[in-house]
């Protein structure tokens, strides 16, 4: 679906709005997603935030999680070999969106 969507981006359509929470304490469950390629994603995490401090840190982690699973290729010798480097990655970051249930 993900190629689809980046046609439409193309023909100007915009990246749906990251989820934030509604208020502090937040406790829920949310995810990252690339909005173009939904295969890019963690899976949901249970969080529990008491200040938008504690928010944006939760993001960081889940996106640094999200880097080395996705960001690295393990080779049958046990080699690790870098699939984005920092300026693809940084690139990378403004296509994550926070989804939340």
Same mark, same amino acid.
């Given at each position: 679906m993900g190629f689809f969507r980046k046609l439409l981006r193309n023909a100007g359509l915009a990246p749906p709005e990251s989820f934030a929470p509604p208020g502090f304490p937040f406790t829920g469950e949310i995810r990252l997603l690339h909005w173009e390629y939904d295969r890019l994603s963690t899976g949901?995490? *249970?969080?529990?935030?008491?200040?938008?401090?504690?928010?944006?840190?939760? #993001?960081?982690?889940?996106?640094?999680?999200?880097? *080395?699973?996705?960001?690295?290729?393990?080779?049958?010798?046990?080699?690790? #070999?870098?699939?984005?480097n920092d300026r693809t990655w940084a690139g990378m970051q403004n296509s994550l969106i926070v989804e939340g249930r």
């Open positions: 949901w995490w *249970r969080v529990a935030v008491n200040s938008p401090v504690e928010w944006e840190a939760k #993001i960081r982690e889940m996106r640094e999680g999200m880097r *080395r699973h996705f960001g690295f290729l393990l080779t049958k010798d046990g080699r690790m #070999i870098p699939r984005w």
